[in-house]
């Protein structure tokens, strides 16, 4: 069984693709072509944000934004250590220091209880200098807005959504990436929206930011093209993968509304197991908020032996995330927990955690098949 399916959405659209990628072959501007402020136009229209600029990948979507904001030694910026690398890699690379604050255990997504003690423990420190807030969309569920932006009003911080897991999710009747000051995403092919090689977009309706990281994406270019203004990146979208999530953009809608039926599939099936289920914890998706699952992940004392269950079925089940970002060997000696040292309860998720099968194309066969092998695990 493939964990992500995308064969079958490629044969749902694959003709458009086919005319889709032909277009920019014929017209040849393989930088920068009419695809990509078309693209750029309807993820903005989609996501309710004022503007959009697309970007190499999801981890370019990140720095750009810590660029422009003009972060570096000395600066810290907290985030969650329940998340993929490239969120404190971004954070680090710029030199800052990236600051973990726990997460809650229901979410995933950071706390905002402890986000609020974690600055004010690094303020009175004295040794950094509180910048701001990176929040990640664990899983595809967007993190507490409604709380994180108010605490980073009051200390004078900025926020950066990382939304490389959650494009379209809703938020209290908006839409990820575009809860915060401004919001990254990503188009890896195994993303929720993703298309055939590297890709991500930064999403703000602030003009200044908006700016800046327009030109920090084509190498810090001015208003005279002889004349960078400041150090910037090569951080372009490719015209042919615009031109690929413009035809996926078609569907995706629909696949966002697939994505919460085979969540529902999976969550009924699991409670019908009654007492006897081995799973300890199961998604959990706040009122107000919409998940689009970029994984479907549950925990088991037993992981292991359902792990192995599984693996013997052919059903394959990874972990996200086997270890916090501050115990990776990169993030030592360049990173810090706060409130207090270390991060249990991303701990001890770590210890439980694994995903399963997840696309929208998933048969109700699919899923009576992996809910019989973990419940006979
Ligand atoms: C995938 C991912 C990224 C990086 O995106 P790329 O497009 O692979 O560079 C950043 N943050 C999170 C949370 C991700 O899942």
Known sequence: MDFIDLKAQQERIRSELDAAIARVLDHGQYIMGPEVSALEKRLAEFAGSKHCISCSSGTDALLLPLLAYEIGPGDAVFTTPFTYFATPEAIALTGATPVFVDIQSDTYNIDPTLLEEAIESVV??????????????????????????????????????DGAQAFGAEYKGRRAPALADVGATSFFPAKPLGCYGDGGAVFSDD????????????????????NNVRIGLNARMDTIQAAVLLEKMKLYPEEIELRQKVAAGYIE??????DTSPISSMPSVPAGSTSVYA????????????????????????????????????????????????????????????ALPFHPYLTEAQLDEIVNVIGGA
């Open 207 to 226: 003009e200044q930011l908006l700016d800046i990281m327009t030109s920090l994406r084509i190498h810090g270019q001015g208003a005279d093209k002889y």
């Open 295 to 354: 994984q479907f992940c549950i925990e088991s004392e037993r992981r292991e032996q359902i792990q192995s269950a599984l693996s013997a079925a052919s059903i394959p089940s990874p972990i996200y995330y086997a270890k916090p970002m501050h115990q990776l060997d990169a993030m030592l000696g360049r990173s810090r927990c706060a409130p207090s040292c270390g991060c249990p309860v991303s701990e001890a998720v770590a210890e439980r955690i694994f």
């Open 124 to 161: 009175s420190a004295g040794e950094l200098n509180p910048r701001g807030i990176m929040p990640v969309d664990i899983f595809g569920l967007p993190a507490e807005y409604d709380q994180i932006l108010p605490i980073a009003r009051k200390h004078g911080l900025f926020v950066i959504e």
């Open 269 to 274: 099936r699991f409670a019908a197991l009654g």
